[in-house]
């Protein structure tokens, strides 16, 4: 995969986006950047309530496989510790990698997906949510995975409002 890079265009329509009323707006941007982008089959993004450990998505590529409202626990998987409570981005390589951490691996896998990368939304060293890319290829080049974390820290003012 050659490297991924920004357009002044996709970074004009980012701005844009980021001064819209609706956080939803600037997610909505970064999705369809990271498909230009990186070539993602979908992508979602979550809320993490700590006090619960779970995640809802509040915005996703595919509203018809993974609408938003829907919930996921967490709290004693090693993707919660790893991801939620230490803030680390996950990458998820091949479908054994997913359905070793997602309970819906099925539907991850009958939509084409074979990767994943899980960026953590922090602020002030809290997880707030995810931003979450996944492809068909099963491997995850260096350049998408830094393309996904600098996506989530451009998507974070979604999660202040």
């Keep these: 995969m050659p490297d991924v890079a920004l357009t002044a265009a996709q970074v004009a329509w980012l701005a844009a986006a980021a001064r819209e009323d609706d956080p939803l707006a600037l997610i909505a941007a970064v999705g369809a950047v990271a498909r230009e982008a990186t070539g993602h089959a979908l992508c979602t993004a979550m809320r993490f309530d700590a006090a619960a450990m779970t995640v809802r998505r509040i915005w996703s590529s595919d509203p018809a496989a993974y609408p938003v409202g829907g919930a996921k626990p967490k709290r004693d998987t090693a993707w919660g510790r790893h991801v939620l409570l230490e803030g680390r981005v996950f990458v998820g390589e091949g479908p054994a990698a997913i359905a070793a951490h997602f309970d819906d691996h099925v539907l991850i896998a009958a939509l084409g997906c074979a990767s994943i990368v899980n960026v953590p939304i922090l602020l002030r060293g ?36």
Excluded at 129 to 147: I, Q
């Design 126 to 161: 809290e997880c707030r949510g995810t931003l979450n890319l996944l492809w068909r290829d099963a491997a995850v080049p260096p350049a998408r995975r830094a393309m996904a974390e600098l996506l989530g820290l451009l998507a974070t003012p979604a999660w202040c409002r």
